[in-house]
């Protein structure tokens, strides 16, 4: 635990040291070990800032070159929380995320001055190509300063000589002038994000008292919606009382509901019986005869009854002087036989 008479810088040095550490870091951001960090760290800016107010280092109407070499890493203070806030991953998104926004137009109002002039979307767009390569530049300056000063913060607690105080000074102030750059990126996503989660919030809240009316319904409907049946004394009769409360059981049922059981059934008719059950159906009307599987006895001629036997003889003759004439096969192949 930090003691309680550490000065500003060192609270401040070990405050950025944890936040570079958390930027290095290949931990998930979820993981407890790395929210343990952010949390320390918030706590030290926290202590920081709150001790920057009650030495009154900055004022509002001194400018920048006003401020001591040694004092202007200072200003980066509400540009860590701003930025530490967005790496917190709690149930209170919104409420981080709020938190972060104050501390980045913090950052803003302190380090740059702002302008509220409309920019049309191509103006922005020159601008955030413009702020992208200047970025790069200044993490590549930044580099060469740390070598330099050999030092891996915007902190040197080390003997300044004029020199190296200048060398430093461009140092802090190469620092502000990216977490400008940075500040102003995050602002744009913050002011993205936050109407998404008051919404989703406002969804919820909607959706909590929808569950509780429907459960306070449930509970209403289960307790005197149902069916008396002392009440039930017609079958045929009303089925709700004058309170609207069953009297008996009932189904609902509609068209559109019929016209849905049918929307996958085939094109065709389904048959609706078998076969045999075709048969049986069938034969009970009368449509199909009974017996004729044997072929009937040929009605032989009475051998006392001469013209009946006259008749055979000559129906025989007849039909062999046909098949002389007609010989088998004459008609099928064009009288070509054999």
């Known amino acids: 635990m930090a003691a309680q008479d550490d000065s500003l810088a060192q609270v401040f040095q070990r405050a950025e040291s944890?936040?570079?550490d958390l930027q290095k870091s290949s931990l998930p951001s979820n993981a407890?070990?790395?929210?343990?960090?952010?949390?320390?760290?918030?706590?030290?800016?926290?202590?920081?800032?709150?001790?920057?107010?009650?030495?009154?280092l900055f004022s509002e109407n001194e400018f920048m070159e006003d401020i001591s070499t040694k004092d202007l890493r200072f200003l980066l203070t509400e540009y860590y929380l701003?930025?530490?806030?967005?790496?917190?991953?709690?149930?209170?998104?919104?409420?981080?995320?709020?938190l972060s926004k104050v501390h980045q137009i913090a950052t803003l109002a302190s380090t740059s001055p702002r302008s509220d002039a409309p920019r049309d979307a191509a103006t922005r767009r020159g601008e955030k190509i413009a702020r992208f390569k200047r970025e790069k530049e200044m993490r590549n300056q930044i580099e060469q300063f740390n070598q330099v000063l050999g030092t891996k913060s915007s902190g040197y607690e080390g003997e300044l000589s004029s020199e190296l105080e200048d060398q430093y000074r461009d140092f802090v102030l190469l620092h502000l002038q990216y977490a400008i750059f940075q500040t102003m990126e995050q602002l744009v996503g913050i002011q993205q994000e936050i109407?998404?989660?008051?919404?989703?919030?406002?969804?919820?809240?909607?959706?909590?008292?929808?569950?509780?009316?429907?459960?306070?319904?449930?509970?209403?409907?289960?307790?005197?919606?149902?069916?008396?049946?002392?009440?039930?004394?017609?079958?045929t009769g009303?089925?709700?009382?004058?309170?609207?409360?069953?009297?008996?059981?009932?189904?609902?049922?509609?068209?559109?509901?019929?016209m849905?059981?049918?929307?996958?059934r085939p094109g065709h008719s389904l048959p609706t019986m078998s076969i045999e059950e075709y048969i049986d159906q069938e034969i009970e009307?009368?449509?199909f005869l009974s017996g004729g599987t044997e072929e009937p006895k040929k009605k032989e001629a009475d051998d006392n009854d001469e013209e009946a036997v006259n008749a055979e003889t000559l129906k025989a003759?007849?039909?062999?002087?046909?098949?002389?004439?007609?010989?088998?096969g004459w008609g099928n192949k064009g009288g070509r036989t054999g």
């Open 285 to 287: 009307r009368g449509n």
């Open 32 to 56: 407890d070990e790395f929210q343990t960090k952010v949390t320390q760290s918030i706590k030290d800016f926290d202590r920081s800032g709150t001790m920057v107010r009650q030495l009154s």
């Open 238 to 258: 009303p089925l709700m009382d004058p309170n609207g409360r069953p009297l008996r059981p009932f189904v609902i049922t509609n068209k559109k509901t019929e």
């Open 82 to 98: 701003g930025e530490l806030y967005l790496k917190k991953t709690g149930q209170d998104r919104l409420k981080d995320l709020s």
């Open 18 to 20: 944890l936040y570079l």
């Open 317 to 328: 003759r007849n039909w062999d002087d046909f098949k002389d004439d007609n010989p088998k």
């Open 195 to 235: 109407p998404m989660l008051q919404q989703m919030q406002e969804r919820k809240a909607t959706e909590g008292s929808s569950d509780s009316r429907s459960s306070n319904r449930s509970k209403d409907d289960s307790r005197e919606g149902r069916v008396d049946d002392s009440r039930i004394w017609n079958a």
């Open 260 to 264: 849905m059981k049918g929307v996958f």
